[in-house]
Each structure stands twice: as structure tokens, then as C-alpha cells.
């Protein structure tokens, strides 16, 4: 592999076999798709995860940026990193660390498999349950850590761009089902605490027929503008 990479993963064949495609991740984390020729011959990057326009990683843009704000505003730092909420960052990465492990294991593959994710716009009631199947495992392991879930599976579908779409909605409105359906939720929970804080039942009373009525009307938008 090339140097600052950690390997090229997931190969597969083009249907007519003359393109082979592969992951190729980077030592940073980031993965994107790369096809070349099935005999030989320059591999072509297809997406560009995790990077700006320019090529440059988003991390180290975000790092940057932060960094050139301090020094052109003259900002004391010290103020700044005590304002951090650094449990809250550990928790947001973590959720990613065990979600990435969790597919890595299969078992999401395996489940997909037996409860398999159909977007056909001409048929609502396969894309009514695929809302389903996004909206419960968006409460499973919160809304945004589930692309890691489902990105494969979608990618592989006959109309990836509809379900794309299709999960965007569904994994927001799935936020407003649990408390655990969205990190945001957990934030500010966590942060209502001293002011009497919020009840996971008591979010559930409302959450429930919420979640319900947009995500059917997100459905029902979706085939119609399909």
C-alpha cells in the first residue's frame, strides 16, 4: 500500500468485470473508494471522506484554523480549554471507536442480512420498513455513529442517492424517539440535571408519536418528489 496508508480493503469486481474497486484507508482514520482497471493501470479515487476541496484532512483544517483565530483574535487559551467539555469528547469518540469495532465484527452484516434494506420508490411499504430499520438503529447506537452501520449496505443498493436521502431523514427524526437516539439528547440532559433534568420516559411520551408522524411524512415526501 502507499506510504500513509493502512491497506486497501473490501475488493470487488465491477459486473462487467473490468473494473476492480477497493477501500483504501488512510493512517488517519479516513477511508475512501478507489477503482482501476481489472488488468492493471492507475487507481482512480472516487469519494474524498474526511478531506476539503482543496485535499487537505478536515482534522487538521479544523486544527489549523483554530489555532490561526487564537493568534489573529489574541485570545488567552487558558480560557478556552477550560471551556472544553472533555468527558463529553471521550463519550463522542468512543461511541465511534465501539460502533467502528461492532461492524467489524460482522454481527450488523449478519443482521442486515436477515432483516435486508430495500429503497425502491416504487414500492412504499419496503421503504417504510427501511425507515424503520434506520430509526431503531439509530436508537440502538445513536443516529449519527449508525452510517458506520448501514454506509456498505447502502452503497450496494440499486438507488444508493434515494437512500441516502432516506436515512438522512429517518436517522434525524429517529433523535426525537429516545434520549439515546442522539448524542445532542445526552448533552442536554446531562446539562438540564440541575435544573430538575429530563426523564427517559418522560421524553418517550412525546418522542414516540413524534418520531412516528415525521418520519411517515418524511416517507411520504421522499416518494413523492421520487
Known sequence: PPRGTLGHFFPTFSPDGSQLAFVRTWTWGNQDVWVQPAGGGEPRQLTFQGYTKLGAPLAWTAVSGFALLTVLHRTDTRALWSAIDWSLLVFFAGLFVVVEALVGSGVPAWVLAQVPILVDAGEPGRMLASAG???AGSNLVSNVPFILVVRQPLEALADPALAWELLAMSSTFAGNLTLLGS???VIVAEA???????GFLSFLRIGVP???LTTLFGVGWLLLVA
Do not use: S
Not at 192 to 198: D, K, N, P, S, T
Open 192 to 198: 438540564g440535571r440541575e435544573v430538575g433534568g429530563i
Open 133 to 135: 430499520i434506520f430509526v
Open 183 to 185: 448524542v445532542a439528547n
Open 210 to 212: 413524534l418520531t412516528l
